[in-house]
């Protein structure tokens, strides 16, 4: 009898759950772990996106603001303060040189001749007036910041105005003025006027000077740690949440072999571009800023303090002329004045510097001149080369050394204004621009995990 051999018998392979409600509760028990995590994942990935936007907004928010109040407010009451303290020490200047007024002394040799007009005091009269435009626009910017310190320059500013208004009224009513020799009237009143400015409007406008140089390095340090700070912390939350997106992406081809995940490839992309660009963004504000302080508005301040006291030294000379005695004071004044600068203009290292500093040796060279010539009994000789417009000539070695230095004065206010707004720029539109890029990662990160959250559900 032949056996028949017969194929074992093969079990048939165990149907596949439905994948809705109705599969087995074994098998939605088995879901559960990895529904969790990814949702655990998603979540810890949006809570981080929702940080890094938050800290952006209120980064930049507050850079800008900082900003803004460096370069708007404080910025500008500081130079309005110094273009007071400018236009009050020309103003003494103008009134100094109204003493000069008059005609020369009459020639021996010929005494028929007419008497030459040394200086009719127009110019310095017109130039009075412009400083009293220049100081009253200047306190009108000051007033809003500091009103009851401006109402206090103004009362002492009116008290100034009474003595030297009188001053001239002396200098206008003389007949037959002889230069050199104006009335004791107009000679005690401007020195009345000019110890008042010196001893209490100066100092008045210097402490306003000071408080507004000492916000304007507040606010530059302001600005420096509060973008620097803000950049550590979006570097700090940038790379936490480029390190979970990738671990995210990692621990998604190890679990269910999927090669990539492109959404969030695409959201770890916008994490790493939010991140380079606004931390360079803040830290680009933080520069700029500091090299608008730095580079524009201290030299600025410097040379501001040395053209008011470049004015007082014009101011004591034109005295000493005709205040004969009081020239030992009024000339060590003067070199007290010109020592200080000297002082400001050697601190600074710009190419321009030189050549003020050149065009101020050659004003102290026709001060010499002029003392000299003075100091020989020659009063009119004095007085020509006091307002002479030739090369030798006080008058003009003093403006041709103003020009210069307020050229110089112009470039670093220029360079503060440029800088200004280059850290401006730098901040400006971040805060739409992060919230765009943002939004973009979170639907990104949605996008990424719901394919995977299908396959569970």
Same mark, same amino acid.
């Given at each position: 009898?032949?056996?028949?051999?017969?194929?074992?018998?093969?079990?048939?392979?165990?149907?596949?759950?439905?994948?809705?409600?109705?599969?087995?509760?074994?098998?939605?028990?088995?879901?559960?772990?990895?529904?969790?995590?990814?949702?655990?994942?998603?979540?810890?990935?949006?809570?981080?996106?929702?940080a890094l936007l938050v800290?952006?907004?209120a980064g930049f928010a507050?850079?800008?603001?900082?900003?803004?109040?460096?370069?708007?407010?404080?910025?500008?009451?500081?130079?309005?303060?110094?273009?007071?303290?400018?236009?009050?020490?020309?103003?003494?200047?103008?009134?100094?040189?109204?003493?000069?007024?008059?005609?020369?002394?009459?020639?021996?040799?010929?005494?028929?001749?007419?008497?030459?007009?040394?200086?009719?005091?127009?110019?310095?009269?017109?130039?009075?007036?412009?400083?009293?435009?220049?100081?009253?626009?200047?306190?009108?910017?000051?007033? +809003?910041?500091?009103?009851?310190?401006?109402? +206090?320059?103004?009362?002492?500013?009116?008290?100034?105005?009474?003595?030297?208004?009188?001053?001239?009224?002396?200098?206008?009513?003389?007949?037959?003025?002889?230069?050199?020799?104006?009335?004791?009237?107009?000679?005690?009143?401007?020195?009345?006027?000019?110890?008042?400015?010196?001893?209490?409007?100066?100092?008045?406008?210097?402490?306003?000077?000071?408080?507004?140089?000492?916000?304007?390095?507040?606010?530059?340090?302001?600005?420096?740690?509060?973008?620097?700070?803000?950049?550590?912390?979006?570097?700090?939350?940038?790379?936490?949440?480029?390190?979970?997106?990738?671990?995210?992406?990692?621990?998604?081809?190890?679990?269910?072999?999927?090669?990539?995940?492109?959404?969030?490839?695409?959201?770890?992309?916008?994490?790493?571009?939010?991140?380079?660009?606004?931390? +360079?963004?803040?830290?680009?504000?933080?520069?700029?800023?500091?090299?608008?302080?730095?580079?524009?508005?201290?030299?600025?301040?410097?040379? #501001?303090?040395?053209?008011?006291?470049?004015?007082?030294?014009?101011?004591?000379? #034109?005295?000493?002329?005709?205040?004969?005695?009081?020239?030992s004071a009024l000339a060590?004044?003067?070199? &007290?004045?010109?020592?200080?600068?000297?002082?400001?203009?050697?601190?600074?290292?710009?190419?321009?510097?030189?050549?003020?500093?050149?065009?101020?040796?050659?004003?102290?060279? +026709?001060?010499?001149?002029?003392?000299?010539?003075?100091?020989?009994?020659?009063?009119?000789?004095?007085?020509?080369?006091?307002?002479?417009?030739?090369?030798?000539?006080?008058?003009? &070695?003093?403006?041709?050394?103003?020009?210069?230095?307020?050229?110089?004065?112009?470039?670093?206010?220029?360079?503060?204004?440029?800088?200004?707004?280059?850290?401006?720029?730098?901040? #400006?539109?971040?805060?739409?621009? &992060?919230?765009?890029?943002?939004?973009?990662?979170?639907?990104?990160?949605?996008?990424?995990?719901?394919?995977?959250?299908?396959?569970?559900?």
């Amino acid at each position: 009898m032949t056996a028949t051999l017969s194929a074992p018998s093969v079990a048939p392979a165990a149907p596949i759950p439905p994948a809705g409600p109705g599969r087995p509760a074994a098998a939605r028990r088995r879901a559960v772990g990895p529904v969790l995590r990814l949702r655990a994942q998603a979540g810890a990935a949006l809570l981080l996106l929702a940080a890094l936007l938050v800290t952006a907004l209120a980064g930049f928010a507050d850079t800008v603001a900082r900003v803004h109040q460096l370069t708007a407010v404080s910025e500008p009451r500081a130079v309005a303060a110094g273009r007071l303290y400018q236009a009050l020490a020309d103003l003494d200047a103008q009134r100094a040189k109204s003493l000069v007024v008059g005609y020369a002394a009459p020639d021996p040799a010929n005494p028929t001749a007419t008497p030459a007009l040394v200086d009719d005091g127009v110019l310095a009269g017109l130039t009075a007036q412009a400083d009293q435009r220049d100081a009253a626009a200047a306190l009108a910017q000051l007033a +809003s910041a500091a009103p009851q310190q401006v109402q +206090s320059l103004l009362n002492t500013l009116n008290l100034y105005d009474a003595w030297t208004g009188t001053e001239e009224y002396f200098v206008g009513t003389q007949a037959d003025p002889v230069v050199g020799h104006p009335p004791a009237g107009a000679v005690d009143n401007y020195a009345q006027a000019d110890a008042l400015l010196q001893s209490q409007l100066l100092p008045a406008v210097s402490a306003v000077l000071g408080d507004a140089d000492r916000q304007v390095a507040s606010d530059r340090a302001s600005v420096h740690d509060a973008a620097t700070t803000y950049a550590v912390l979006l570097g700090t939350l940038g790379v936490a949440t480029l390190l979970v997106l990738l671990w995210w992406q990692r621990d998604l081809t190890a679990r269910y072999h999927r090669v990539l995940n492109g959404p969030l490839l695409a959201a770890a992309a916008c994490v790493a571009a939010l991140l380079v660009g606004s931390t +360079s963004a803040l830290l680009g504000a933080a520069s700029e800023a500091d090299t608008a302080v730095s580079a524009g508005y201290t030299p600025y301040a410097r040379l #501001s303090q040395a053209s008011v006291a470049a004015v007082d030294a014009e101011a004591r000379e #034109s005295r000493w002329v005709v205040d004969i005695d009081y020239r030992s004071a009024l000339a060590t004044a003067f070199q &007290s004045d010109a020592t200080q600068v000297k002082h400001l203009l050697a601190a600074d290292d710009a190419p321009a510097a030189a050549v003020v500093r050149q065009r101020f040796d050659a004003y102290l060279a +026709s001060d010499t001149g002029l003392r000299q010539v003075a100091d020989s009994g020659d009063i009119n000789g004095a007085a020509l080369r006091l307002t002479g417009v030739g090369r030798q000539d006080a008058a003009f &070695s003093y403006y041709d050394f103003a020009v210069h230095l307020d050229a110089l004065a112009a470039d670093d206010a220029a360079a503060f204004a440029t800088h200004g707004s280059a850290a401006a720029g730098d901040v #400006s539109g971040w805060a739409a621009v &992060s919230a765009a890029v943002m939004a973009v990662a979170m639907l990104l990160v949605l996008a990424g995990v719901r394919p995977r959250l299908r396959e569970y559900a």
